[in-house]
């Protein structure tokens, strides 16, 4: 079992060309950011084990690149939403960031 990986800066910005064209998944998702703990709307691709983020579609380099070599994913109940207020959608926020943790670390 490899327990590193190593690339270089041209070997990431080929990888994402090709995410772009013919990933798995590809499209927008929020994104929070460590400065102010915002959200942030970010184009995503997803390419084999490695996912990777824009500021646009448009873009041409990744903002960053996250490495999903050994992590695991695992489908839980949506949780109810009610009709309660900025109160109802801090709890989810915080039950979604509990389920799934911090994001990841990796960047480019």
Not at 22 to 32: A, F, H, V
Not at 39 to 51: G, I, R, S
Not at 55 to 74: N, W
């Amino acid at each position: 079992m490899q327990k590193s990986v190593r690339y270089n800066e041209g070997h990431a910005l080929y990888l994402s060309v090709v995410a772009r064209k013919e990933g798995t998944k590809r499209g927008y998702l929020s994104k929070k950011t460590t400065e102010n703990s915002r959200w942030h709307e970010k184009f995503f691709a997803l390419y084999q084990n490695v996912l990777f983020y824009f500021d646009t579609e448009q873009s041409a380099r990744p903002s960053g690149i996250y490495l999903l070599e050994g992590c695991t994913c695992e489908r839980v109940p949506a949780p109810k939403v009610s009709t309660g207020g900025k109160e109802t959608l801090d709890k989810l926020v915080s039950e979604l960031e509990r389920a799934f943790g911090h994001f990841g670390s990796g960047q480019a």
